[in-house]
C-alpha cells in the first residue's frame, strides 16, 4: 500500500492544501470524483454569479423608466448566457489539474476508508484504483443538494443544471425559497423566463433579520411570484412539461405547470461514501463530521475542513478553513480556530448582507443590546437609485459598543457590508466609524446616519 505524507479527499477547496503541501515537499494524494474546483466554480458560486451578471443588466433596462427613461429589451439570447457560462466552466477542470505540482497524484474516483488510516480509491463503476495510506488525511467532500423526489424525471437540482448543457426553459417551478432558489429565481425572471418559487413556509430566506423580510419580499415578488405554505404533493411529467400539484394548510391544492422544476430544498453531508462505519471517525446526527475548534476529527491525524465539518455552508468559510490547515499542519500554527464574524450575502434583486447576529438571535441568546433601522436616504448616490426600500440594521451593545450584527438590503450591501466587517475585525467599536472621514457623498455615508442613531440610543440606555 502506497504510503503518503497527506491524502485529502476532495478536490474542492481543498485543492488549496494539496498544492501548498506540495510546494512544501510533500509527498501529497488528491483524490476527486467529479471535476476538479468542486462546487464553487463548476455548479455553485461562480456559475450563479455569472448568470446574475445577465439579470442585472436586463433590470436595468426594465427599471431604466424610474430615471425618466424610455428603454425596451428587444431581445435576450437565453441560450448564449448558458453558452458562455458552460464554455467558462468547461475549463475549470483542466484550469485547475494544471496548477497541481509533480508531487501530487491525483487519483480520479471516489475515496472512502478501509480503516482510520487506509484509504481505497474506486472508479466509477466501483473498481479498485488503488489503496493508499497516511497518517495525515483531510476529508473535504463538501455537500450535493438533498435528493430531489420524482428523480425518475428530468427535474433540475443546482447540481444538475450545470454545466448548463440544456436549453434555457420558457417557464420554471422552483421548490425552496433559500438561497439558491431566490437567487436562481431571480436570474430566471429576469431574464424572461416564466419563473415562480413555492415555499413551506411563511418566509422567503428563513435566517434573514425579520425587520428586513417583509421589505425583502415585497421587493422580490415584484419581479418573480412566490407562493407560500404551498408544499409540493404530487408531480407528473409528460415528456414536455411538468404539472406539479401543491397543497395548502386550508386543505386545497393548485396546480402549476411549467417546462422545468428545480429542486432547491437545501444540501446533505458528502459523508455517506466515505465508508465511515470502517473508522472511529463520528459525524453529526445530519452526517456532518464532528470537529473541534482545530477541525480535528475524533481521529487524531484526521481532519475535516469546508462544507463536511458542518459549520458553514459558504466558499469563503470552506476556503478559511482550508487556510487554517495550511498554517496547523504545514506550519505547526496550534492556534484554534476563530471564525470571528462571518459574513454572507445573497445575490437577489434585492441584494442582501448579513454580518454577525440578528436581533432574533441576541434575544435567544439574552444578550443585551441596542438597534436601529435607518433608510438610506442620508446618502446622496442611494438617494440616487429613485429607491425607497433599502435599509440598514445595526445591532451594537450598549455597555461596550461592539457591533453585534448588520443587516442591510439594497444595491451592492455585498460589498457595503465589508466596511463594517472591517471594523468588526480591527476594532470593534462602532464609535471609530464616525471618526473616519467619508467620501462624501459615496455610499458608505448610510453607516454614518446609522452609527450616530444607535451611539445616540446606547448612550441613553
Ligand atoms: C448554486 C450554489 C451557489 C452558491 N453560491 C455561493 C456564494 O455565492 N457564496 C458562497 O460563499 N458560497 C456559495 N455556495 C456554497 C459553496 O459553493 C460551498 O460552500 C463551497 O464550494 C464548499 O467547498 P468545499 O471544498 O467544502 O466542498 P465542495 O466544493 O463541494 O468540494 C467537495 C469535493 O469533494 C468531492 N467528493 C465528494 N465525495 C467524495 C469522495 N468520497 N471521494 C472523492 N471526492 C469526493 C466532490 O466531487 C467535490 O468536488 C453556493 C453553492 C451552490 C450549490
Ligand atoms: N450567496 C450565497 O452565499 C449562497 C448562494 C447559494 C447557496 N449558498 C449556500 O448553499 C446552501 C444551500 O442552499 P439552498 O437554497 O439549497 O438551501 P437553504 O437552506 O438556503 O434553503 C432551502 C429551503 O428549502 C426549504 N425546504 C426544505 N425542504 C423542502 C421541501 N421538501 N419542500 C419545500 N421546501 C423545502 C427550506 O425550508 C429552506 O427554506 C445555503 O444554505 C448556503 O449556505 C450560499
Redesign the pocket.
Same mark, same amino acid.
Given at each position: 500500500m502506497e504510503k503518503f505524507d497527506l491524502i485529502i479527499?476532495?478536490?474542492?477547496?481543498?485543492s488549496g492544501l494539496a498544492i501548498a503541501a506540495a510546494q512544501e515537499g510533500k509527498k501529497v494524494a488528491l483524490?476527486? /470524483?467529479?471535476?476538479?474546483?468542486?462546487?464553487?466554480p463548476? /455548479?455553485?458560486?461562480v456559475p450563479?454569479?455569472l448568470l446574475i451578471g445577465y439579470a442585472e443588466a436586463a433590470r436595468r433596462v426594465r427599471e431604466a423608466s424610474r430615471h425618466h427613461i424610455d428603454a425596451t429589451i428587444n431581445g435576450i439570447d437565453r441560450q448564449k448566457m448558458f453558452d458562455e457560462v458552460a464554455e467558462w466552466i468547461s475549463g475549470v477542470d483542466p484550469r485547475y489539474e494544471s496548477r497541481l505540482p509533480a508531487n501530487i497524484t491525483l487519483y480520479r474516483?471516489?475515496?472512502?476508508f478501509l480503516s482510520n488510516n487506509e484509504v481505497l480509491i474506486s472508479g466509477k463503476d466501483g473498481e479498485e484504483v488503488a489503496q493508499i495510506t497516511s497518517e495525515t488525511i483531510v476529508i473535504?467532500?463538501?455537500?450535493r443538494?438533498r435528493p430531489a423526489p420524482y428523480s425518475e424525471y428530468p427535474v433540475w437540482t443546482?447540481?444538475n443544471i450545470c454545466p448548463l448543457k440544456n436549453t434555457p426553459p420558457a417557464s420554471l417551478t422552483i421548490i425552496g425559497g433559500g438561497?439558491?432558489g431566490c437567487?436562481?429565481g431571480a436570474f430566471f425572471s429576469a431574464i424572461g423566463t416564466e419563473t415562480s418559487i413555492h415555499v413551506r413556509g411563511k418566509t422567503l430566506l428563513p435566517r434573514i433579520d425579520p425587520e428586513l423580510a417583509p421589505i425583502f419580499q415585497e421587493q422580490f415578488e415584484h419581479h418573480t411570484p412566490v407562493y407560500y405554505e404551498s408544499s409540493l404533493s404530487d408531480l407528473t411529467y409528460d415528456g414536455e412539461m411538468f404539472t406539479c400539484t401543491f397543497s395548502h394548510p386550508d386543505g386545497s391544492n393548485h396546480q402549476h405547470v411549467s417546462e422545468r422544476i428545480l429542486f432547491a430544498t437545501g /444540501?446533505v453531508a458528502?459523508s455517506d461514501?466515505?465508508r465511515l462505519e470502517n473508522t472511529d471517525i463520528e459525524t453529526d446526527d445530519r452526517g456532518f463530521i464532528k470537529t473541534d475548534d482545530h477541525l480535528r476529527s475524533t481521529v487524531p491525524g484526521i481532519y475535516a475542513?469546508?462544507?463536511?465539518a458542518g459549520n458553514?455552508?459558504?466558499?469563503?468559510?470552506?476556503s478559511y478553513d482550508i487556510h487554517y490547515l495550511r498554517q496547523s499542519i504545514l506550519k505547526g500554527s496550534t492556534e484554534a480556530l476563530d471564525y470571528g464574524a462571518v459574513p454572507?450575502?445573497i445575490?437577489t434583486e434585492p441584494e442582501v448582507a448579513s454580518v454577525g447576529f440578528t436581533e432574533k438571535e441576541l434575544q435567544d441568546k439574552g444578550i443585551n443590546y441596542v438597534s436601529t433601522l435607518r433608510d438610506w436616504k442620508s446618502s446622496a448616490r442611494a438617494m440616487a437609485s429613485k429607491l425607497d426600500y433599502p435599509r440598514t440594521k445595526l445591532l451594537i451593545s450598549p455597555d461596550t459598543y461592539a457591533v453585534l450584527g448588520c443587516h442591510l438590503i439594497g444595491p451592492d450591501s455585498s460589498t457595503l457590508i465589508h466596511q463594517i466587517l472591517m471594523l468588526m475585525h480591527l476594532k470593534n467599536d462602532i464609535r471609530e466609524l464616525p471618526k473616519m472621514i467619508h467620501i462624501h457623498p459615496a455610499l458608505p455615508e448610510l453607516f454614518l446616519d446609522a452609527a450616530i442613531d444607535v451611539i445616540k440610543k446606547a448612550k441613553f440606555t
Open positions: 479527499i476532495g478536490g474542492g477547496r481543498a483524490i476527486e /470524483r467529479n471535476t476538479l474546483g468542486g462546487t464553487c463548476n /455548479r455553485g458560486c450563479s454569479k474516483g471516489t475515496g472512502s473535504a467532500t463538501g455537500t443538494p443546482s447540481d438561497f439558491i437567487e436562481l /444540501r458528502n461514501t466515505l475542513a469546508g462544507d463536511i458553514y455552508i459558504l466558499q469563503h468559510t470552506a454572507h450575502a445575490f
